[in-house]
């Protein structure tokens, strides 16, 4: 059987690009740093408020949920209205959320400042991703999905750093006062500049698939962000999970019979972008696995402040950074299975190394290790991304960045469950009188564990065909 695949090259041709690629980097990095920006200012918004961490955790679990119900949703945005209402309503609303969150004087209205923020990123995240692959042709489609890896990387591991330290020098406000006249800046400057891109044409909603997409996502991300908390034998933990599943199934269902679905379900009959998901979900997961286990064994095996913790991990960020760039032009050159082949490799070593990780580890090795660790994912990550859309028909690229988008949240709420829930559990059952070391068992444990996801990341990647390509373009 051959080991390729033929694919059309459709783009939109744009004859200045720079103003649109630059607030879709800009939007999306101060997007993504939101996401993280709140962990380590927990502590200080609850002596604020005088609330307790369970309530302050909402503004964190309440971000990523209402991106997980926006980004399902955001095909049909997509495909109703313009680049232009798009991105300025994203934009507004994320500057919206950041003022109202700079000046809150309850914890209410900082979380619901928090939900107007999520609004602005769910929907600008699989907005960026789609308007990306829509004006670039697929020989410089890996280069322009690495750049943006940059951020997609870069942000979620500055933003402790950067929370840590504005934290430490003044206050959580300030957190979101220096970003405000980033937003402000770059919603003027998108209203100036940004013209359409994205054909449109007038659907309609339908209600109850934003009802079943809202059931099945939220279900599953307050369900598995609960079940680190609870434990998974929790009523309440069950119940959301079943929901979730529940949700997700008839949504599935009532999509196949729709005209005009709000999510298509296509890409997922495609071999190729099937396997994309597929091998995303398991290196996200295994990702998680790091950047929720590591900051732990840092601070409370190793009594490492949390900035201490985030400035170790910062040099991760980095290296993810260039390697998602570097891997997305070898892409273009080479195509997705060798670069993403010799990446799983070199992932299930990494994670192997740090399943042997103890209190005896050093600071300096820990860095070393996590650094190792983001190779590996980022030179999967940007090529099976690249591999995956580039599957698709112009028609189906809203779609197609909306499932993965959807998908990545969906492991960003599983990963820290599950692992969280594997390195307490086995610390419990550890005889030591060492709580650093019973930890470190239970950290060595859930790394085990993530070897599995990375060996089965290898054998997705097995699967792929590389891809011919026949170009076809858009005025």
């Not at 507004?92 to 990123?121: D, E, H, N």
Request: proline content about 4%; hydrophobic content about 55%; overall charge positive.
């Amino acid at each position: 059987m051959s080991d390729n695949t033929q694919v059309v090259d459709k783009y939109v041709t744009v004859p200045n690009r720079r103003p649109l690629i630059t607030v879709l980097i800009i939007g999306n990095f101060i997007a993504l740093i939101n996401e993280t920006v709140m962990n380590v200012a927990l502590p200080n918004v609850e002596k604020s408020f005088a609330i307790q961490t369970s309530t302050a955790q909402w503004l964190s679990t309440g971000y990523m949920l209402t991106i997980s119900i926006l980004i399902p949703i955001s095909a049909f945005l997509m495909q109703r209205f313009t680049t232009r209402q798009l991105l300025i309503t994203a934009l507004s609303l994320f500057f919206a959320g950041t003022l109202l969150a700079s000046i809150s004087p309850t914890f209410l209205i900082l979380f619901v400042a928090r939900i107007v923020q999520a609004a602005g990123s769910g929907i600008m995240l699989p907005l960026v991703t789609t308007i990306i692959i829509t004006i670039t042709p697929l020989a410089k489609r890996g280069t322009m999905l690495g750049l943006m890896g940059i951020v997609v990387s870069f942000a979620p591991a500055l933003g402790p750093v950067y929370s840590g330290i504005i934290v430490q020098l003044f206050s959580w406000r300030y957190v979101f006062i220096i970003i405000l006249p980033i937003s402000a800046l770059l919603t003027v400057f998108a209203a100036y500049n940004i013209r359409n891109v994205l054909e449109t044409r007038p659907i309609k909603v339908d209600l109850i698939s934003v009802i079943l997409a809202t059931i099945g996502f939220s279900g599953l991300v307050i369900g598995f962000s609960e079940a680190s908390k609870s434990g998974w034998h929790n009523a309440i933990v069950l119940v959301l999970l079943g929901l979730g599943i529940i949700g997700l199934v008839s949504f599935a269902i009532r999509q196949r019979n729709m005209k005009d679905p709000l999510l298509n379900l296509k890409p997922f009959l495609n071999k190729n972008f099937l396997i994309a998901i597929l091998s995303t979900v398991t290196v996200m997961m295994c990702m998680f696995s790091a950047m929720i286990l590591l900051p732990i064994f840092m601070q409370n095996g190793l009594n490492a402040s949390p900035l201490t913790s985030g400035l170790l991990l910062l040099p991760g960020g980095i290296v993810f950074a260039v390697t998602a760039y570097v891997t997305g032009i070898l892409t273009d050159k080479y195509g997705a299975k060798p670069i993403a082949g010799t990446g799983s490799i070199i992932l299930v070593i990494m994670v192997w190394l740090l399943s042997n990780i103890s209190t005896k580890t050093s600071n300096y090795q820990l860095m070393l290790l996590y650094a190792g660790f983001t190779f590996g994912v980022a030179s999967i990550l940007i090529p099976m991304m690249t591999l995956g859309l580039n599957q698709l028909s112009i028609d189906l690229y809203p779609h197609g960045s909306a499932a993965l988008n959807a998908w990545n949240q969906v492991s960003g709420a599983i990963g820290p469950a599950l692992f969280i829930t594997l390195m307490t559990n086995k610390s419990k059952t550890v005889a030591v009188n060492n709580s650093a070391e019973a930890l470190a068992a239970g950290v060595q444990y859930a790394f085990s564990t993530a070897i599995a996801f990375a060996i089965v990341t290898v054998l997705f990647i097995m699967f792929v065909k590389q891809n011919r390509t026949r170009t076809k373009t858009f005025q």
